[in-house]
């Protein structure tokens, strides 16, 4: 079993839709929390970046940690068809020492205009 | 350039041959990061610096793998005798370091082994 688990989608939504993207973890030492997008052919680009429990709210997007869960959410609202990308969620536990990111597998999102 | 920047772009190799990879990473930027993206998968770590020592290469899958800084700015990721599955995309990311850990990453390079 992975330490990260994430639903490879593809997940496909019109536009103006409201977007639910999540990740479990296993590790209870994970106390960073991000969300990247990562377009075909391109390297991941960081949207979200957060500490421990709670929400981030930045423009479209909102982050949501539940650390009791082991759950972490990012929302998109009026999504639009350039939201069309991969989203990756990542994890560290640098109170370790280890600075290492873990990755989901990553969520194929489609929004069709 | 403002971010990470990778080269080459893509690379074919024969099965047999090594390869090098190199990483600029953003000015300034004191923690330096090696990934493996195989297809359809998140990345993986491979190996990590902090200037120029290497604190963590519990990620590099075999001794067939070397990374080095030597003056803690470029980085160059090499593999010998490469095989067929080494072909994925290598990223490096770089974090300004002193206690955050918000990673940029560049946009790869993609290795192909025939």
């Known amino acids: 079993q992975k330490e990260v688990e994430q639903d490879p989608g593809p997940l496909s939504v019109p536009e103006g839709a409201i977007v639910s993207l999540n990740c479990t973890y296993s590790?209870?030492?994970?106390?960073?929390f991000m969300w990247y997008r990562q377009y075909s052919r391109k390297g991941p680009e960081l949207l979200m970046y957060?500490?421990?429990?709670g929400n981030k709210e930045d423009g479209r997007f909102t982050a949501q940690v539940d650390k009791s869960s082991k759950y972490i959410s990012l929302f998109i609202r009026d999504s639009q068809p350039s939201d069309s990308a991969t989203y990756l969620c990542a994890m560290s536990a640098m109170d370790t020492g280890r600075r290492a990111l873990t990755f989901g597998s990553g969520t194929r999102l489609q929004v069709q205009p | 350039g403002a971010g990470v920047s990778q080269s080459p772009r893509y690379k074919v190799a024969k099965r047999g041959q090594d390869v090098a990879l190199r990483c600029d990473p953003i000015?300034?930027?004191?923690?330096l990061f090696w990934y493996q993206q195989a297809l359809g998968q998140g990345p993986e770590f491979l190996t990590y610096f902090q200037n120029e020592a290497q604190l963590d290469k519990s990620g590099l899958p075999s001794d067939r793998f070397f990374a080095e800084r030597p003056e803690g700015s470029v980085s160059t990721l090499k593999i010998q005798r490469t095989q067929q599955e080494d072909s994925a995309v290598y990223l490096c990311?770089?974090?300004f370091g002193q206690g955050q850990n918000i990673q940029y990453f560049g946009a790869g390079t993609r290795l192909s082994v025939l």
């Open positions: 990311a770089s974090s």
């Open positions: 000015s300034g930027h004191v923690s």
């Open positions: 590790n209870s030492a994970f106390q960073y």
């Open positions: 957060t500490y421990s429990s």
